[in-house]
């Protein structure tokens, strides 16, 4: 079994309570008010500069040229592709860069990318990827399912465009990474009384993930 299956099944009450969200279950159907989207579209953006900062931290972590290179290209799409992506969706709901960027964070925003980073530094390249699972992998199998659900609404959805950019093949390539690279990782990392730790890591940064859907909602 592989190591994220584990650590899903190990938490799976929380992992559902992520991934069937409210908030999720708003952009399935387009019932989200268009406020609890922009508010998440400015936190996710901030987010996003953690989460370079986080896989920035899995370069020094590694303990070969291959992982460093491979975290090393993860900072570079994050910064040098993703964020214009996102710079670029936002600008469609009317918000600008210079927005986002005045915007403070949000104390859900602060409490999960600090947690994330927390745990890279106190542990060890294998704590690290684990904590920054529920986001890559969870957002490819929210996408992923609202696009293959018939109830799902397609037409004037103005969440479509989100649900089909994780649910898409070039997404999907990177949470298959994310997932192998788990694997490689617990290989030489992973021990039966070590995967308690993890577990509940995993359960602590997925129940952060649905803290964040509830900001957007409670902001809205």
């Known amino acids: 079994?592989?190591?994220?299956?584990?650590?899903?099944?190990?938490?799976?009450?929380?992992?559902?309570?992520?991934?069937?969200?409210?908030?999720?279950?708003?952009?399935?159907?387009?019932?989200?008010?268009?406020?609890?989207?922009?508010?998440?579209?400015?936190?996710?953006?901030?987010?996003?500069?953690?989460?370079?900062?986080?896989?920035?931290?899995?370069?020094?972590?590694?303990?070969?040229?291959?992982?460093?290179?491979?975290?090393?290209?993860?900072?570079?799409?994050i910064l040098d592709v993703e964020m214009k992506l996102h710079v670029d969706y936002c600008a469609g709901f009317g918000i600008s860069p210079a927005e986002m960027e005045a915007a403070p964070e949000a104390d859900e925003t602060m409490a999960y990318t600090r947690y994330v980073l927390e745990a890279g530094l106190a542990g060890d390249v294998l704590d690290l990827h684990v904590a920054l699972a529920p986001c890559v992998i969870g957002y490819g199998e929210i996408g992923a399912r609202l696009a293959a659900d018939p109830a799902t609404k397609r037409e004037g959805n103005p969440y479509l465009s989100w649900i089909e950019m994780y649910a898409g093949d070039e997404y999907r390539e990177v949470m298959d990474g994310a997932l192998a690279h788990l694997d490689v990782l617990a290989e030489s990392r992973l021990t039966e009384a070590r995967f308690e730790r993890l577990s509940r890591t995993f359960g602590q940064a997925t129940r952060l993930e649905a803290a964040f859907w509830q900001m957007g909602l409670d902001r809205a």
């Open 1 to 77: 079994m592989r190591l994220f299956d584990r650590l899903r099944d190990a938490c799976r009450d929380d992992w559902q309570a992520y991934i069937d969200h409210p908030f999720v279950a708003g952009m399935a159907d387009g019932s989200l008010p268009e406020a609890a989207f922009r508010h998440y579209l400015v936190q996710d953006y901030l987010f996003l500069i953690h989460f370079a900062r986080a896989w920035a931290l899995a370069v020094y972590k590694a303990d070969n040229l291959a992982d460093m290179r491979a975290a090393s290209e993860v900072v570079h799409g």
